[in-house]
């Protein structure tokens, strides 16, 4: 008996150690998969929203991540705001056209 408690305990504490780390790791794959989102889809915005703040759903849908930009539009004093979708299969992004602000309000702390 005080064999298979050994063991039991050494499983529940390999376990254990084993969950903690995926845990860890797949908590670093989002933030990783946070920053590739904003960095595309700030790419993406060049040339339409000057200095764009992001906000990037932390998970996204099953297949896309997604993103809201906002800033003032290049070339006029009008705040706008543009969808982002980023494929998580192929890592490429696409950015929609510019909601005004009459449309769409975001507030990015």
Do not use: N
């Amino acid at each position: 008996m005080f064999r298979s408690h050994q063991f039991l305990t050494a499983t529940a504490l390999a376990l254990l150690t084993l969950s903690s780390s995926a845990i860890a790791s797949s908590g670093d794959a989002w933030d990783e998969f946070v920053k590739d989102v904003a960095a595309k889809c700030t790419v993406l915005a060049e040339g339409r929203i000057e200095q764009p703040k992001v906000v990037v759903d932390p998970f996204g849908t099953e297949s896309y991540g997604v993103a809201i930009l906002t800033g003032k539009a290049v070339g006029a004093d009008a705040t706008v705001s543009s969808i982002c979708v980023y494929d998580k299969k192929s890592q490429a992004a696409e950015i929609g056209g510019e909601l005004p602000a009459d449309q769409v309000t975001i507030t990015v702390p």
